[in-house]
T-cell receptor, first 111, second 109 residues
Framework: DTGVSQDPRHKITKRGQNVTFRCDPI?????LYWYRQTLGQGPEFLTY????????KSRLLSDRFSAERPKGSFSTLEIQRTEQGDSAMYLC?????????FGPGTRLTVT | KNEVEQSPQNLTAQEGEFITINCSYS?????LHWLQQHPGGGIVSLFM???GKKKHGRLIATINIQEKHSSLHITASHPRDSAVYIC???????????FGTGTRLTIIP
């Protein structure tokens, strides 16, 4: 399968714990995006990489959130000291031009 | 007011009906995207357009740049078309997507 993959698909964690999600983009894609989607809403932009450079971060991304894309390949999104409001679907997408290809998402539940 | 507005929020129709979902946006864009999301979360890109009209199978997407409005049409709708349809726009420079809240479509056999 040469599409965008995300791991894990589901994560249940207790409030206050740290979690890390991984996204593997389509191999030739230089752009990688993270979005967050809460129930009944459209996705919201979190951050964006071009190769290894993080070019933009949303105001939604508090200092508890950090994202990396070492060597411009896979990316990780870490949430420290999780809160119940962090419960959402975290979506990764990659692109070479404008059309974005989405991964299956990681559903986070904070109890 | 959201930058991207969709209507209706929910739509239920009988199999075979012609479906129209509308999207209006208030910002300058480089492209408008129609996406499909099935239960479980996976999002698939249906169309990306910056002018005119595109057709793929039973799906047609149109955009009017002057009116900042786009429509997604489904002809001869089928229960497998049941999904959430999301309109999104991308801006010059970085192509991050700004999404509408989606239209939940249910096609009844």
């Amino acid at each position: 399968d040469t599409g965008v993959s995300q791991d894990p698909r589901h994560k249940i964690t207790k409030r206050g714990q740290n979690v890390t999600f991984r996204c593997d983009p389509i191999s030739e894609h230089n752009r990688l995006y993270w979005y967050r989607q809460t129930l009944g809403q459209g996705p919201e932009f979190l951050t964006y990489f071009q190769n290894e450079a993080q070019l933009e971060k949303s105001r939604l991304l508090s200092d508890r959130f950090s994202a990396e894309r070492p060597k411009g390949s896979f990316s990780t999104l870490e949430i420290q000291r999780t809160e119940q409001g962090d419960s959402a679907m975290y979506l990764c997408a990659s692109s070479f031009y404008e059309e974005q290809y989405f991964g299956p998402g990681t559903r986070l539940t904070v109890t | 007011k959201n930058e991207v507005e969709q209507s209706p929020q929910n739509l239920t129709a009988q199999e075979g009906e012609f479906i129209t979902i509308n999207c209006s946006y208030s910002v300058g864009i480089s492209a408008l995207h129609w996406l499909q999301q099935h239960p479980g979360g996976g999002i698939v890109s249906l169309f990306m357009l910056s002018s005119g009209k595109k057709k793929h199978g039973r799906l047609i997407a149109t955009i009017n740049i002057q009116e900042k409005h786009s429509s997604l049409h489904i002809t001869a709708s089928h229960p497998r078309d049941s999904a959430v349809y999301i309109c999104a726009v991308s801006n010059f420079g970085n192509e991050k997507l700004t999404f509408g809240t989606g239209t939940r479509l249910t096609i009844i056999p």
